[in-house]
């Protein structure tokens, strides 16, 4: 649902870096129905986010106006379901996630009041451009998902597959049907449903 | 409100309508599918799949990680999926 992208300007969410080393976090996580929530320290004050793959780091109208963020750029952007918009992106000195700690990041300026989601009281979204410095497992059997950055700390299944990651860091990988069909796709933590596909991709 | 019809010889709804909402706005009205069905995702089959469609591109959302154990690392580019033995339902 809150998928979103933007045009063009390859890597441009790309910048900053993770500053902790040696990390781990857990994120409670009961529900799938239910968006990912996490709060997180911006200049000393803690803020509701969304876990969100789907979508860059993304702040609300509200914080931008409070913090006065840098403005990197005015770009187009569209979501999920193709509505589009031209939208600030802010760079973000410092945001800390439990022990976590990120600096540069830039973020996109989103309406969340005035968007569908304006209900849920959101002030901003985590998404893949924090998630790339990252392992993430979501663990629903274990109602957790861990943030870590040592490999040693989680526990795989025995068979890795690649993900090739777009200039958003969307982790896109393939799934097949019946071994003829192959639908390569992102996983997006902001999505409650199972599964879309691309239209084109479903009539073939 | 989207208006289906059921191709039983193919398992699939076909519809016109507004599939959802983004965080910019509703969808437009749009040509839809709902396939009922399964895929494989490394080596692990998720029967009675129910995906839709969209426009842009393709996503797997929040409803797989009650068939299993998601572990992306967006560090050495690879991911892994345990399933577990039967999917946990969501209140």
Known sequence: MLSVSLYAQDGIMNQGEMVSKKVYHEIPFFNTKDEIVQFVTLKGKSFKFIFDTGAPLAISNELQNSHQYPILHLVPLKDAHNNSDTIKIVLIDTIQIGNIVFKDIPAVVIDFKNSPIGCQNIDGIIGSNIARFLLVQFDLSQNKIIFTDQHDKIIFAKEKLPIILDNQSNAFFKVNFNDTIIDSLHFDSGMGKLYDMNISTAKN | ?91
């Open chain 2, 1 to 91: 409100m989207i208006v289906t019809f059921k191709d039983e010889k193919n398992n699939f709804y076909k519809g016109y309508g507004i599939s959802g909402q983004g965080i910019l706005g509703n969808a437009q009205e749009e040509e839809t599918y709902l396939i009922n069905t399964k895929f494989k995702l490394g080596n692990h089959i998720i029967e009675n799949a129910q995906i839709g469609t969209t426009p842009t591109v393709s996503r797997i959302g929040r409803e797989l990680l009650n068939h299993g154990i998601l572990t992306i690392d967006y560090i050495r580019k690879q991911y892994s999926f345990e399933k577990i033995p039967s999917p946990i339902k969501s209140p």
